[in-house]
């Protein structure tokens, strides 16, 4: 039971010991989500299905719902974001089966559907960005965000792959290795300026999942606040019109 309790958090994020607090926010890495910037959505829909919907499904959302709200038409969506067979109405599942999930990773891969609701954006972010080398993990890898992470680094093409440097901290009960920063080793295909953007981009996309009703509630509010706003405005000269005469 424990160790199933361990695994299931596979891709993004593992419970265990750290080197740093676990769940402790890194400085230096922090995010700022636009959900308005249509373009970033459309780019972090792409990036998904290509990146991380192999093994990480959205059972909450559909392809048809994505393609309206992020302005695709229905043949663009099957064109570009489809490679399962699926149809656009349908949700965005995963073929890969519940038994070979637990023969090849140990525990089924997360839906991600409500993960930036969970977790919040500034998490996804920093996990994304803070996979290092670390020789005696499994995949080779080790995550300065959430450590001993289940999952490999898939964006490591296109980041490149760094290195954790170590500093001794004394914590009063004696000293421990603690990781100071991370430095690229061998750069990827984009530039740090580039993948940073990338991972923006998927995490937008993510928060948008998360409440695909938020890009039209804050629409909506913002008419309902102006609404309000010039109400208020007819209501107070309509009292002064009917209070002028009382002394």
């Given amino acids: 039971m424990k160790r199933a309790l361990f695994l299931s958090v596979l891709c993004l994020g593992s419970a265990g010991p750290a080197f740093a607090a676990v769940g402790a ?6 995010v700022v989500v636009d959900l308005t910037n249509r373009a970033s959505l459309q780019r972090g829909a792409k990036y998904f299905v290509n990146y991380c919907m192999g093994c990480h499904s959205l ?14 038409d229905m043949q663009m969506v099957a064109d570009n ?16 089966s519940q038994d070979d999930a637990e023969r090849w990773f140990g525990a089924k891969p997360p839906d991600l559907s409500m ?8 998490y996804i972010y920093q996990y994304l960005m803070t996979f290092y080398i670390d020789e005696d993990r499994p995949w080779g890898v080790n995550n300065w965000r959430f450590p001993f992470t289940t999952m490999p680094h898939v ?18 009960n004696g000293s421990k290795p603690v ?9 990827g295909l984009k530039t740090p300026e580039e993948y940073e953007q990338l991972v923006v981009d998927l995490t937008s996309f993510l928060v948008y999942v998360s409440e695909p009703a938020r890009l039209t509630r804050e629409s909506v509010g913002t ?7 010039i109400l208020g405005g007819f209501a107070y000269f309509l009292k002064r019109e009917y209070w002028k005469d009382v002394h």
């Fill in 223 to 229: 008419w309902v606040l102006l609404f309000l706003l």
């Fill in 81 to 96: 974001l489809i490679f399962n067979g699926r149809r656009v109405s349908e949700r965005m599942e995963i073929s890969m």
């Fill in 155 to 172: 964006l490591w093409r296109e980041q490149g792959l760094q290195r954790a440097e170590w500093e001794e901290v004394d914590n009063g």
């Fill in 25 to 30: 926010e890194l400085p230096g890495y922090q």
């Fill in 179 to 187: 990781i100071t920063g991370l430095t690229l080793e061998t750069p």
């Fill in 59 to 72: 059972q909450y959302s559909r392809y048809s719902r994505i393609g309206e709200d992020l302005g695709l």
């Fill in 115 to 122: 993960l930036a609701r969970q977790k919040g954006a500034t």
